[in-house]
C-alpha cells in the first residue's frame, strides 16, 4: 500500500504475490489511449475530449479550445478554477475543430449540418458502377478508426473499481486512459472513456455466460402428483380449437389508424442495432451490416442533399411528406442523385466499408431529431 503515495497508479489485482498465485490472465489487455492533437483534443466519431497539460484549469483549456468555461465546467462537474493534473480528461460539451487522432469527425454534427444545407448542398456527381468517374473520394491523411471507446457517466455510488469490473478491464487501464489520480478519485456524473480491448471496444459490461445463475428445475418427487395429462376426446379437439380462435381477438384487424403510424418507416438496412439513440449525443442510430449491404429509403420521398465530408464519408438526406427527413450516412455507390424522387424501400446505395461496417440513420422532424427505433418495425 506505499505504492499509493507515489505517482503511478497502483493494481490491486494480487498478481505476484508469491509463485504459486497469479491473475494474470484475468483481465484482457488493453490498447494505449490515443495521442492527442495539437490542442490537446482526442476526437471519436460521437464525441471528443480534452487531455489537461500540467498547469491546466477548467478556464485555460476552454480558452485553447473556444469553448465556454462554465459550459465546460459544469458539463463535467467542475469549477471554472478548478486546477488539472497532466493527463486528466475533460468530456467536450460542443465539437471543436483540430486533428482526428482518435477518429473520424462527428457523423451527428455532419448529418445536422447536410439538413441545414440542404437547399444549396453541393451535390455528388454519380457514374455508372465500374466507371473511372466513380473512384471513391481521396483519403483524409488522418487515419480514420471507426471504433470508440465506450463513454460511462459516472452513477451516484460507482468506484472506478466497480466499473472497471463492470466492463472486465483492468482499473490501471480505467486510470491511465482518465488520468485518475493515485486513489482512483471519481465523481458522479464524470464520463470515462472505457479503454478498447484488443482493438474493440468494451460495448457493454460483463455478463454471466449462458444459464450461469438460473434456477435450478425440482426434481420429481414420489410424494407430488403428477400433473394431470387428461386430453379431451379427438372429435371434441376441433370443436375446442374453433372456439378458442373465436374467442380470440384479432389485434391485426381491430388495430387502428394511430397504432399503425407508430412504424411509419422502413428499416433502411437489416442489422442489429450496435449504437442507439441518445439525444445530443447520437441523433439518429447505429446498424451493423456487412460492407456492400444494399441500403433502402426508409420511405418515399425526394433526394434533398447528398454532401461527402473530409474523410470520404457519403451523405444522403432524403425529405418526406409530414416535415420528416431521414439522413443516411457511412454509405457508397449511391444509385441516387439530389432532387430525385425515390420509393419506399428503393436502393439508395451499399453499406461502405471500414473496420466495423454500420449505417448511421437518423430521423429528422423539422431540425429536431427523432428516435428512429420509435418509426421503425
Not at 500540467?54 to 463535467?76: C, E, H, K
Amino acid at each position: 500500500m506505499a505504492l499509493a503515495a507515489c505517482n503511478d497508479v497502483p493494481d490491486y489485482d494480487l498478481r505476484g504475490m508469491g509463485t504459486g498465485f497469479t491473475t494474470a490472465g484475468a483481465m484482457p489487455s488493453t490498447n494505449n489511449r490515443p495521442a492527442p492533437d495539437a490542442n490537446g483534443v482526442i476526437s471519436y466519431p460521437t464525441y471528443q475530449v480534452a487531455v489537461a497539460r500540467a498547469g491546466d484549469t477548467v478556464a485555460t483549456i476552454a480558452g485553447r479550445l473556444s469553448l465556454d468555461a462554465g459550459q465546460l465546467a459544469s458539463y463535467n462537474g467542475l469549477q471554472t478554477g478548478t486546477s488539472l493534473r497532466a493527463g486528466e480528461v475533460l468530456a467536450l460539451p460542443a465539437r471543436v475543430s483540430g486533428g482526428l487522432s482518435g477518429g473520424m469527425t462527428d457523423i451527428t454534427s455532419i448529418a445536422g449540418a447536410a439538413i441545414d444545407r440542404a437547399g444549396d448542398v453541393t451535390t455528388t456527381a454519380l457514374a455508372p458502377s465500374g466507371s473511372s468517374a466513380a473512384t471513391a473520394p481521396a483519403a483524409s491523411s488522418t487515419p480514420l478508426q471507426i471504433s470508440e471507446p465506450v463513454r460511462h457517466q459516472v452513477a451516484r455510488g460507482e468506484t472506478a473499481y466497480i466499473i472497471a469490473r463492470r466492463y472486465n478491464i483492468p482499473v490501471r487501464s480505467l486510470a491511465e486512459w482518465n488520468g485518475l489520480d493515485s486513489n482512483m478519485t471519481i465523481r458522479e456524473g464524470q464520463y470515462l472513456m472505457i479503454p478498447t480491448a484488443n482493438g474493440t471496444p468494451s460495448t457493454t459490461p460483463v455478463t454471466s455466460a449462458p444459464g450461469q445463475g438460473s434456477a435450478t428445475p425440482v426434481p420429481p418427487s414420489a410424494s407430488q402428483p403428477l400433473p394431470s395429462e387428461a386430453t379431451p376426446p379427438a372429435a371434441a379437439a376441433p370443436a375446442a380449437a374453433a372456439a378458442a380462435a373465436a374467442a380470440t381477438p384479432n389485434l391485426g384487424a381491430q388495430q387502428t389508424s394511430a397504432s399503425q403510424s407508430t412504424s411509419t418507416l422502413q428499416r433502411p438496412v437489416a442489422g442489429n442495432i450496435i449504437r442507439a439513440y441518445a439525444r445530443g449525443r447520437n441523433d439518429g442510430i447505429d446498424i451493423g451490416a456487412p460492407a456492400g449491404t444494399d441500403v433502402q429509403a426508409a420511405a418515399a420521398g425526394t433526394v434533398a442533399a447528398i454532401t461527402t465530408n473530409t474523410d470520404g464519408i457519403q451523405i444522403v438526406v432524403i425529405r418526406h411528406d409530414g416535415n420528416l427527413m431521414t439522413v443516411y450516412t457511412h454509405l457508397d455507390r449511391l444509385t441516387v442523385a439530389r432532387g430525385a424522387s425515390v420509393s419506399r424501400g428503393q436502393v439508395i446505395g451499399k453499406v461502405a466499408d471500414g473496420a466495423t461496417p454500420y449505417l448511421h440513420f437518423e430521423v429528422r422532424r423539422g431540425l429536431d431529431s427523432v428516435d428512429p427505433s420509435t418509426m421503425l418495425p
